[in-house]
Each structure stands twice: as C-alpha cells, then as structure tokens.
C-alpha cells in the first residue's frame, strides 16, 4: 500500500532552459530514465536562440509527461514561475537543463518527504564534472562545503555564507513552496533568495549521504556569465534577510572584518541606518577610521553583553580560529554570530 501510494504521487519538475542545446539530450534522458516514473516536466524556453526548442519539441512529441511551453516574459524567474504555474504536482522540484539526474533521484526525495512529511526539504549530495576534466577550485570548494552541510541538514546553519540549498537538487511539498511564494518575488540571485525563504518558513533539511545530482560546470554556465549571479549581489540579499529575519535591535551588533566585503557590509548597515561596531585583527588598521567609525581589536567583542557579530573574513584558517574565538564566549552559530563569506 506504501509503495503503491507512492508509486502513484505526481512530482513535477520545473526546467527552464536558454540556449543549452548541446546539453538538452542528456538532461531529458537522465528525467526520463528516472525510477520514479509519474512525474511531468514542464520544460520552459527562456528566448533561446539556438535549435534548443526543437530539440526539447522532438521530445515532447513522443513523450506526454514532457510539456513544453515559451517563456511569456524574460529571464528565468519569468520562466519558472510560468513552469510552477502550469504544474499540477504535488511535489515540486527544479532541474537545470544543461545537468544530469541520477536515476533515482525523485525516488529517493520522494521518499524522505513521505516519511518525514510537510515542513521539510528532502536533498541530496551534488558532484561537480566538466567535460575537460577540470574543474574550477571555487566549484570544488562549494562541493565539499554544501555536502558536508546536506549530509547533517544543517543547510540553515551557513545560510549567510553562499546558497546553502543546492538550487537543482530539493524538493518539497507544494503547499510548502506556495506558502513560501514560490518564485514570486522578482529578487536575485532567484535561487539564494528561495533559500532564505525557506530558511524564513522554517523548512527542515533533511540529512542525505547520496548524490542525486551531477552539476555541470563549463564556461558559459550562468552561473558564471550571468550578472544576476555575481557575488556582489550576494551581500545586499544577505543584509536584506539578516535585518528582516535575524536582527535584535536590543543587542549589540558587531562587524568583523575591513576587508572589501567588510566594506560593502559596512555601507550597507549605514545605509540603513543600523548601528554597528567594527572589528578588525589587522594591527594596521586598527585604530584607524573607515567611513567614519574606528576600527576596533576583536578583543573589544568581550566588552559586550550579549552581541550578534557579522563575520566578513574569506580566508578559511582565520574563520576557524574567528570561530573558536566566538565559541569561547559561548556564542553559537546562526544565533549570535553569521559567516557572510
């Protein structure tokens, strides 16, 4: 009856595409190789300029569970938001058209939201490959970084870092995204800003060892051309949902950090007319004043009753002694202090 039960639940899978006709075949082919077989595609065409409609097209005539439509508007929040719109799953997942599933990644999804229920976001692991053999260091580092996070659910717990769901590879329930509103807002990066609202609707990860999904790297990813993705966009969404979900106007609020991120932070907390004090353990800037507040020795965190910090350091060894340093002031991750790179 279980297995019956869900054998039988629609998941849709919502593809925009945009000029990925090299990569369309063997997207297509690992949706439809799928063990989990009752799923529909709605497969949107993002303006693309190349035969990439008449490569999906050819699909969809042979295959009813693949609907195809052309994006009404620009850009592929237009073109999800179109896909989700002609859904009728009860389940609700994204694929990106230029990577691959592993054949039993809807049932394995499928079967972590049936077991824990609504509320929750099933995973799974994600690797990286290029089809030159390399890959860029930055995309190995995220690998390992959303893996080892997915493999515990503590997704949320880096969530100011880098989009710590990984954007074609979740699942979860409709009324869950619908009551997250799905890809209304017109906000970008779309799919970091998807993440801090299930962060914001208090979705659960749940904790996954396999990998479920190849992820393609190659030059003319978005990912990697597109401005909407550029790390600079990264830091106003940031601020945006630590003030709106995070912020205690009662406490005391550090920055740490006078690096260039420290600095775009910085003017963003200003702009907003949001009072901070700045921390450095740079001993030349120290004492030193930028936009005019003065710089100030971490040590002086001390001094404060129970302070949130913002942590804008990059390099990986100074954020683990950064985090011993906040761990011996009892101050835990997420509550009281927030990784921002």
Not at 32 to 44: G, P
Not at 279 to 296: R, V
């Amino acid at each position: 009856m279980y297995l019956s039960t869900m054998q039988q639940a629609l998941v849709s899978v919502l593809t925009p595409f945009k000029n990925t006709a090299d990569f369309l075949p063997a997207c297509i082919k690992s949706i439809q190789s799928q063990t989990h077989t009752f799923w529909e595609l709605i497969i949107v065409d993002d303006n693309s300029t190349d035969n990439s409609y008449e490569i999906v097209n050819s699909y969809a005539e042979k295959d009813p569970r693949i609907k195809l439509f052309k994006n009404n508007g620009t850009g592929i929040i237009s073109a999800l938001r179109l896909a989700f719109n002609e859904s009728k799953g009860v389940f609700i997942t994204r694929m990106d058209s230029d990577d691959i599933m592993s054949p039993d990644k809807l049932q394995f999804m499928l079967h972590d939201l049936k077991i824990h229920g609504k509320g929750h976001i099933a995973l799974g692991l994600v690797q990286y490959f290029s089809n030159s053999g390399h890959l860029g260091n930055g995309f190995q580092r995220y690998e390992t970084w959303l893996n080892k996070l997915t493999m515990k659910g503590d997704n949320f717990k880096e969530i100011y870092k880098e989009c710590a769901i990984p954007s074609p590879c979740w699942m979860v329930y409709r009324t869950d995204l619908e009551a997250c509103k799905a890809f209304r807002p017109n906000r970008y990066p779309e799919d970091y800003d998807l993440a801090f609202r299930f962060y914001k609707g208090q979705l659960k990860c749940i904790p996954s060892n396999t990998v479920l999904h190849q992820w393609r790297d190659y030059p003319d990813r978005a990912s990697r051309t597109d401005e909407h993705y550029s790390k600079n966009h990264f830091i106003p969404l940031k601020i945006r949902y630590f003030l709106k979900l995070d912020y205690d106007n009662k406490r005391p609020l550090a920055l740490w950090g006078a690096g260039h991120k420290g600095k775009m932070v910085a003017r963003r907390l200003i702009a907003n007319r949001i009072p901070f004090t700045w921390l450095c353990n740079n001993e030349k800037k120290i004492g030193k004043h930028i936009y005019g507040l003065e710089l100030h020795s971490f040590e002086y965190l001390k001094t404060f009753k129970q302070p949130q910090c913002i942590i804008t350091v990059a390099n990986p060894d100074e954020q683990t002694k950064i985090t011993q340093h906040l761990q011996s002031l009892d101050m835990k991750p997420i509550e009281d202090y927030y990784f921002f790179c």
